[in-house]
């Protein structure tokens, strides 16, 4: 498995692990929809795709950007406008799919709020998974775990 395969294999693994958890918050947050289910899918299914879209242009963008920062802060600072634009576009697709929902709004921002602080645990988890995997990778050099 060449590098390209092990990324497109990280994307599609954390993008399946992402849209169900998004899923599964909708259905917690908006329980009381009679159509709840059917549009928790959507909802998954819009994210996945505009995340997807978004996530491409978001890495061009700092690809781009030639500011001179250390690595870290730069990883650190992508990580926050990544999960910024990342919620905020979960919160209004949530409220657009389950905008006859008279607390809408509450519901959709706590979709967001919760899945900032989930979604950042399992993005780590599923990266020490993938880093304790060489599929892909011709070699790793050593480094403190």
Known sequence: MDSRKRH???????RVIASLTTFILTLIFFKEDPNATQKAIWVAVFESTSKMILYYYHERIWYLTKVKIRSSVRHLIKTVTWRVIASLTTFIIALIIF????????KASGIAIVETF?????YYLHERVWYKQNLGLDQRKEKDE
Do not use: G, Y
């Not at 497109?8 to 954390?14: E, G, H, Q, S």
């Not at 989930?118 to 399992?122: C, G, P, Q």
């Open 8 to 14: 497109i294999a990280k994307t599609i693994t954390w």
């Open 99 to 106: 905008k006859e929902d008279a607390q809408a709004m509450q």
């Open 118 to 122: 989930i979604k950042m645990l399992l």
